[in-house]
């Protein structure tokens, strides 16, 4: 398993301005994936973070409103730009071993008024 | 890609009934995990079970990927077993999962 460390858990933030998320783990983990749930929707994946490397985007996602870093094997962040309300989501990172299960953090609530 | 259908989609139930939750996946999958929200938001992992049965407590996992469902069976049901219930699968063509839209379950004292 892993220990996810997600900041901030929570924020509320003006419409306009940025807010980037941390996500550590306390090990090495191959995959690192960013995710976002929709007041009352399910979850879906923004984009694989890749160590060294530009992030992989899923349709309807774009590096300029998701901005992405991944310095290393532990730790990843992502950035959600230029708010507006239609933000407004939790936003989770999930590890995952190769040809394993994976685990998330506890998630950030973000709140754009 | 890959889609997920979970049922139902909400559940009442009075709490120490049972319950059988659904979810059925279009194409083969390496990975399929059940997963718990509780009222904050964080997702806690109840079975990684691509295959076969698996039980904890009072939860049981049963997943038939010939014939791609699996069924999580919640016996005995507590006012904490509340809350939204996730199917996720991955499949071969990459490592992310897509999740199913959720069976919300409300357990009444």
């Known amino acids: 398993s892993a220990v996810i460390s997600q900041k901030p858990s929570r924020d509320i933030c003006q419409r306009g301005t940025s807010l980037t998320i941390q996500c550590q783990v306390d090990s090495q983990v191959t995959m690192m994936f960013w995710y976002r749930q929709q007041p009352g929707q399910s979850l879906t994946l923004i984009a694989t973070?890749?160590?060294?490397?530009?992030?992989?985007?899923e349709s309807g996602f774009v590096i300029d409103k998701f901005p992405i870093s991944r310095p290393n094997l532990t730790f990843s962040t992502l950035t959600v730009s230029n708010m507006s309300p239609e933000d407004s989501s939790i936003y989770l990172c999930?590890?995952?071993?190769?040809?394993?299960?994976?685990?998330f953090g506890q998630g950030t609530r973000l709140t754009v008024v | 890609g890959i889609q997920v259908e979970q049922s139902p989609p909400d559940l009442i139930l009075q709490e120490g009934a049972n319950s059988t939750l659904r979810c059925n996946f279009s194409d083969s999958v390496n990975n399929l995990q059940w997963f718990h929200q509780n009222p904050w938001g964080q997702l806690i992992n109840l079975f990684y079970?691509?295959?076969g049965t698996k039980q904890n407590g009072r939860l049981s996992a049963t997943t038939v990927a010939t014939e791609r469902y699996s069924l999580l069976y919640i016996s005995s049901s507590q006012t904490t077993d509340s809350g939204v219930y996730f199917c996720a699968v991955g499949s071969n063509a990459g490592n992310m999962l897509t999740f199913g839209g959720g069976t919300r379950l409300m357990v009444k004292p």
């Open positions: 079970i691509p295959s």
């Open positions: 999930s590890v995952e071993f190769l040809g394993s299960e994976a685990f």
């Open positions: 973070a890749n160590q060294g490397s530009e992030a992989t985007y």
